[in-house]
């Protein structure tokens, strides 16, 4: 399948950059402030994708079980999200390819986006900290007025401010969060192989394309 691509929106941790050392970093300590035992990558793996409160929620759940999740999770979430601010960049890495290939991206026209279920701030730091402020149009974080995925709200919102269709765009990302968005959405999408889930995971949404390494999606988005 090819398509008249307009534009390529992007999901950010699994998907643009590897953040599991930050999300490793941040969980074990949170854990450790109240003495409950770390979790490891596998972990980690499963449980981000889905935001904050998520994430804390299970990790919490796993390493303290059922009461510890409802006591702690509030207390433990601000605890995260200040520790967040603090190692939000630790160990973090864009895959290997990607920045050549929003450059090639970018330098055909299309648009760029990152949507994210990651608070904006935060995701503003890694997306400036590691490709600049000039290669994407439009960095979409949770803010208290947006919904996270997989609510497709800001995703439409983000097309009719471009005046775009569905069809004129891309969604590319590593979660069965990522796939349920682009398909609430109308949008064709594109799982990354390379990110937090399994092929299994991604193949079971029936994605247009799964893609094995970043260079992949040029091909589908360029008119070449």
């Not at 999901?11 to 949170?30: K, V, Y």
């Not at 929003?102 to 026209?109: D, E, K, R, S, T």
């Not at 904006?120 to 590691?130: H, K, P, S, T, W």
Request: include cysteine; charge should be negative.
């Amino acid at each position: 399948m090819k398509f008249a691509c307009k534009a390529v929106i992007f999901d950010l941790d699994g998907t643009l950059l590897n953040t599991i050392p930050a999300l490793l970093q941040t969980s074990n300590l949170t854990l450790a402030k109240f003495a409950l035992p770390p979790i490891g990558e596998a972990e980690i793996r499963r449980f981000a994708g889905d935001g904050v409160a998520k994430l804390v929620e299970r990790f919490l759940m796993h390493s303290g079980g059922a009461d510890a999740c409802r006591c702690l999770l509030p207390q433990a979430c601000q605890v995260y999200q200040e520790l967040f601010a603090k190692n939000c960049m630790f160990g973090v890495q864009p895959y290997e390819g990607m920045p050549e290939t929003l450059q090639a991206m970018h330098q055909a026209g299309l648009r760029l986006a990152v949507l994210t279920n990651k608070a904006q701030n935060r995701a503003e730091d890694n997306i400036f900290g590691l490709f600049g402020t000039n290669l994407f149009d439009v960095i979409c974080g949770i803010t208290p007025q947006r919904t996270p995925k997989p609510d497709a709200t800001a995703l439409l919102e983000l097309l009719r401010q471009w005046n775009l269709s569905p069809d004129q765009c891309l969604y590319v990302g590593d979660t069965n969060t990522d796939m349920l968005t682009a398909q609430n959405a109308a949008m064709p999408k594109a799982g990354a192989l390379w990110g937090f889930r399994t092929r299994e995971e991604l193949a079971h949404f029936a994605p247009e394309y799964l893609v094995a390494h970043p260079a992949d999606l040029l091909p589908i988005v360029l008119d070449k």
